[in-house]
């Protein structure tokens, strides 16, 4: 058995999904409804193409990092999630997702996610379009 968590472990490079590596504005317009249709909004991102800026960085980060997704996805989006990465040719990685009972802003669900992951591990970037998560993730010492 390998041991992923020593000193030797390669650094980890966080990718955010929606917007940063997938192309949501397709499925937007279900959002811009009272209430919003999170359940439509999701069904429809298997036809997410792909952002060509986010997958260049995904693949360069490879080189040297493992790669890891997080996103705010409800686990319930695994199946077609897993599915999109490997279609559009993006490295195999840990996918985290939220529960699917799990409401709380992305800034606070990622940043626990992110200290879970940088215990023993190298954490060396993080990725994602929603500037108050990657704020929240500077302020504790991400980058």
């Known amino acids: 058995m390998i041991d992923n968590s020593g000193p030797l472990a390669r650094p980890l490079a966080v990718f955010d999904l929606d917007n940063t590596l997938a192309d949501t504005a397709h499925r937007q317009r279900f959002l811009e409804r009272t209430p ?9 991102a298997p036809d997410d193409p792909p952002l060509a800026r986010g997958v260049e960085l995904v693949l360069e980060s490879a080189r040297e990092c493992e790669v890891v997704y997080l996103t705010g996805r409800p686990e319930r989006c695994r199946v077609d999630t897993v599915a999109w990465l490997a279609a559009h040719g993006l490295p195999e990685g840990r996918v985290w997702m939220r529960r699917n009972d799990d409401r709380r802003p992305a800034r ?8 879970t ?6 954490v060396r970037v993080l990725v ?8 929240e993730a500077e302020r504790a010492g991400f980058t």
């Open 36 to 44: 919003r249709d999170w359940s439509a909004f999701f069904a429809a």
């Open 108 to 115: 606070r669900t990622k940043l626990e996610t992110l200290r």
């Open 117 to 122: 992951l940088s215990g023993g591990r190298e």
């Open 128 to 135: 994602d379009d929603d500037e108050l998560v990657c704020d």
